[in-house]
């Protein structure tokens, strides 16, 4: 059910396999590609005939930088303490001067940048970094940077998140895998905003979906039903956030396609644009929600070509 993949963090050890995918033409999917940072230039040069253009099924999409860790691990930054440490709140990956230098890169290679940012505080350092750019008057909306991940983005964030044009790119099947945990890590109430996509339509952010495989597996219908049910493992209803269906699937799409500076040619079905979509044996606007997650792909087409059929 997915036509085009993202390689999250493309370090120059993995320069060598992509260089021979993209020779070889053995890509079947479209594939984007986001350079570690801290290796752009070494990366950028290897795979310049890819650079913001697809080769053969590849294309690099810009930069990643990590800015902390996870909440389930403890490690995200967060402005307020973990629930039961009170002098405990994560930590930082860069400093500030690092996450501003990465975003004045960006601009300088016109490249799009990523930066993984599970808490709120993470999310603060890469707003303000932008805040900086976009002061010194470089062009940084026109790369839409991404937020990804955004598990604890704070309510009173997202007018920020909207005036600089930053894509949160939440990964909300995380109230299902980690709900539980983060109950314990952070309280009920906060807990209950993780992902908070809700809060970001109200605000007319457009947003996304993704899994992180392979944390766990790359399942949109799985992480549709997330985001409009918002159950936990444990059976703890976490829906302040939840949204309908029908924007949880522009999401994955339209939204999606947005992301990558391809709404012109993909993320709807309609003339001019490519023939990527899905066939389910189910209208998931018509089943109950709590049945999404059951729905089967029947077939998955690419370029007007099958490339997934169930038997």
């Not at 390689?7 to 260089?19: D, I, T």
């Not at 808490?119 to 932008?130: E, I, P, S």
């Not at 990964?171 to 009920?188: P, S, T």
């Not at 949204?243 to 999401?251: D, G, H, M, Q, S």
Request: proline fraction near 6%; charge should be neutral; glycine fraction near 8%.
């Amino acid at each position: 059910g997915i036509t085009t993949l993202q390689e999250g963090m493309l370090p120059s050890q993995l320069v060598p396999l992509y260089r021979t995918l993209i020779d070889r033409n053995l890509l079947k999917l479209d594939v984007i590609g986001y350079a570690d940072a801290k290796e752009a230039d070494a990366i950028i040069n290897a795979l310049s005939d890819c650079r913001g253009v697809y080769h053969n099924r590849f294309k690099l999409g810009g930069m990643k930088i990590f800015l902390d860790g996870s909440p389930q691990g403890r490690t995200a930054w967060m402005r307020i303490p973990y629930a039961d440490s009170p002098d405990y709140r994560g930590y930082p990956a860069l400093t500030d001067e690092e996450a501003e230098r990465f975003l004045s890169l960006s601009v300088q290679k016109n490249l799009q940048l990523l930066a993984h940012c599970n808490g709120d505080a993470a999310a603060a350092q890469y707003l303000a970094a932008c805040r900086k750019t976009e002061e010194k008057g470089l062009p940084l909306r026109s790369l839409r940077p991404v937020l990804i991940h955004g598990q604890l983005l704070g309510k009173d964030q997202l007018p920020e998140v909207k005036r600089l044009g930053v894509i949160p790119s939440f990964f909300v099947a995380h109230v299902y895998y980690w709900g539980d945990i983060h109950v314990k890590n952070f309280g009920l109430r906060r807990a209950s905003r993780i992902s908070p996509a809700a809060s970001a339509l109200a605000e007319g952010i457009p947003f996304t979906f993704h899994q992180d495989a392979p944390v766990i597996q790359p399942d949109m219908l799985e992480t549709i039903w997330c985001s409009a049910v918002r159950l936990t493992k444990g059976g703890l209803r976490l829906d302040r956030e939840a949204i309908p269906v029908a924007e949880a699937l522009k999401a994955v799409t339209i939204h999606a396609a947005y992301q990558y500076f391809e709404e012109n040619e993909k993320g709807s079905i309609e003339p001019d644009k490519r023939a990527d979509f899905v066939i389910l044996d189910k209208n998931p606007l018509d089943v109950d929600p709590m049945e999404l997650k059951k729905i089967r792909i029947l077939e998955t087409i690419k370029d007007g070509g099958t490339v997934f059929e169930r038997g």
